[in-house]
């Protein structure tokens, strides 16, 4: 009696490990890794969002099966580096040689996937980040320059307005937001063919911002917040903000861009859209 039932243990330790084994193997071919830049220097409240996401994605990486590394080294902007990742993220600015400019237009030309949040898409002339890259924030963000923003940091009722992208598949037709700086651009993107535009600020927001400049409050107008650009595996979001207490030349934290569950959902399913299409 005892030899069958060890018989039956064995056959059943077998089969545990198979059916683990060809879990693991299921995940396996799931994966996808991806590689954040930034900066890191400019403005403390895009310093907080840059160690907020450096946190929030490696976390949601163990969850979903992919990996999450960093650098702010932006001459690992080449071909050679960038091969190893199928998703590259912008977390606060862009790059400016124009070697490694060459370097990610040829990674987007050939499928890379990339993800893109809030200062990552600012340009304006003159500044430290001059509207010099015609190809990015025409061609490919479509969002042209920055013309202004709301201010202070305040959260803003967000309108689905497309429900059948992956990101926004499932959300509901409106939800608020976390607490974010919200820029409006030179470009009206409801004019470009190629721009999908997937979430605008709801006109229940307005007014939006607390200011003090009059012209820091928004109380009308239409404003594109997360957009994809079908030419290319991309998404852009506009939040990456975090609020901070400069009013007391403090750092501290005022506000957080991840925690919000649905914007959380949003921009998981958005990545991991990037990281799994073929």
């Known amino acids: 009696m005892l030899p069958t039932l060890y018989k039956k243990i064995i056959k059943l330790f077998a089969i545990s490990l198979l059916l683990c084994h060809s879990s693991h193997a299921q995940k396996s071919k799931l994966s996808f890794k991806v590689i954040a830049f930034f900066t890191g220097i400019n403005d403390q409240a895009h310093i907080s969002f840059v160690h907020e996401a450096n946190r929030w994605f490696p976390a949601m990486g163990t969850k979903n099966n992919f990996s999450y590394d960093t650098t702010s080294n932006w001459n690992n902007m ?65 969002s042209g320059a920055y013309v202004s923003n709301t201010w202070r940091p305040t959260s803003a009722i967000l309108k689905v307005e497309d429900n059948t992208h992956p990101a926004t598949k499932n959300l509901p037709a409106t939800f608020k937001s976390a607490p974010n700086e919200w820029y409006r651009w030179s470009n009206d993107l409801r004019n470009n063919p190629n721009i999908k ?82």
């Open 78 to 142: 080449n071909d050679t580096f960038l091969l190893k990742y199928q998703v590259v993220l912008f977390l606060d600015t862009r790059p400016d040689k124009p070697s490694q400019r060459a370097a990610f237009e040829k990674y987007m030309a050939h499928g890379g996937g990339w993800m893109g949040f809030h200062f990552a898409a600012f340009a304006l002339t003159p500044s430290d980040f001059n509207m010099d890259w015609d190809w990015y924030h025409n061609n490919f963000l479509g």
């Open 197 to 278: 535009i997937l979430l605008s600020i709801d006109s229940t927001s307005f007014p939006l911002g607390t200011g003090p400049k009059l012209y820091e409050i928004w109380h009308s107008g239409y404003y594109p917040v997360v957009w994809t650009n079908i030419k290319y595996k991309m998404m852009y979001f506009n939040m990456g903000h975090n609020d901070i207490d400069y009013e007391h030349q403090s750092t501290k934290e005022l506000s957080f861009t991840f925690g919000n569950t649905v914007q959380d959902k949003m921009i998981l399913n958005g990545l991991l859209w990037l990281g799994r299409q073929k």
